[in-house]
């Protein structure tokens, strides 16, 4: 549970480095609120869990995170009809990466969850292997798509920020001990957590204004 709430704190405070009160109304926050909840989800996911009996749980919070994204992506294109151009060519190259992160993360947890995965790997560490290096180019891929929309991210200490965070937890695979890997996380618990995040995200940049 540390290592989750810790994402959560972490991405909550990368997004608030700059204008914390900078919002565009309750609808457009809370969708991009959703969405960070989503990138902490899977940051939180690329933290190893090196004991026995962590695969379940690891594979049913990555079916969140994706349901997460999906839910960032439906809830701002229906909220928004401009937004649908942004699925047509030419869109915004921040646009394409998003994607990109949404389809991987997806076949990822598809592919996890088929036991013909093993015709293809024959030994599960070289399941392991892809699995995580596809599962890290899914991370650089939504942290650019974060970077590049440039929403919420508005100098470059936030920036720097998030590339950090996200390549420590691509690349950093021992520094996260102290967070008590492996890490037996209730799925209700990045459920809630993450539905709270963006309620709290929304709030904060819309109360009052």
């Given at each position: 549970?540390?290592?989750?709430?810790?994402?959560f704190?972490?991405i909550?405070?990368?997004?608030?480095?700059?204008?914390?009160?900078?919002?565009?109304?309750?609808?457009?926050?809370?969708?991009?609120?959703?969405?960070?909840?989503?990138?902490?989800?899977?940051?939180?996911?690329?933290?190893?869990?090196?004991?026995?009996?962590?695969?379940?749980a690891?594979?049913?919070?990555?079916?969140?995170?994706?349901?997460?994204?999906?839910?960032?992506?439906?809830?701002?294109?229906?909220?928004?009809?401009?937004?649908r151009?942004?699925?047509?060519?030419?869109?915004?190259?921040?646009?394409?990466l998003?994607?990109?992160?949404?389809?991987?993360?997806?076949?990822?947890?598809v592919?996890?969850?088929?036991?013909?995965r093993?015709?293809?790997?024959?030994?599960?560490?070289?399941?392991?292997?892809w699995?995580?290096?596809?599962?890290?180019?899914?991370?650089?891929?939504?942290a650019?798509?974060?970077?590049?929309?440039?929403?919420?991210?508005?100098?470059?200490?936030?920036?720097?920020?998030?590339?950090?965070?996200?390549?420590?937890?691509?690349?950093?695979?021992?520094?996260?001990?102290?967070?008590?890997?492996?890490?037996q996380?209730?799925?209700?618990?990045?459920?809630?957590?993450?539905?709270?995040?963006?309620?709290?995200?929304?709030?904060?940049?819309?109360?009052?204004?």
């Amino acid at each position: 549970m540390r290592a989750l709430a810790a994402f959560f704190i972490l991405i909550f405070a990368v997004s608030f480095l700059g204008q914390p009160r900078l919002g565009a109304g309750w609808i457009w926050d809370l969708g991009q609120g959703i969405g960070f909840a989503a990138f902490a989800g899977l940051l939180f996911q690329m933290i190893p869990a090196r004991r026995q009996g962590t695969g379940r749980a690891h594979a049913r919070i990555g079916d969140a995170v994706v349901m997460f994204m999906f839910a960032h992506g439906f809830w701002l294109l229906l909220s928004d009809d401009v937004l649908r151009v942004y699925l047509q060519p030419g869109a915004p190259l921040h646009m394409w990466l998003g994607l990109a992160a949404l389809l991987l993360l997806t076949a990822l947890s598809v592919l996890a969850h088929l036991p013909e995965r093993m015709r293809l790997h024959r030994h599960y560490a070289q399941f392991r292997l892809w699995h995580r290096w596809l599962g890290a180019l899914a991370t650089i891929a939504a942290a650019l798509h974060i970077v590049l929309s440039g929403f919420y991210l508005p100098g470059w200490p936030s920036v720097l920020a998030l590339v950090a965070l996200s390549l420590l937890c691509c690349l950093g695979r021992g520094a996260w001990g102290w967070l008590g890997a492996p890490f037996q996380v209730p799925l209700s618990a990045y459920v809630v957590g993450g539905a709270c995040f963006a309620a709290v995200f929304a709030m904060i940049r819309n109360f009052g204004t």
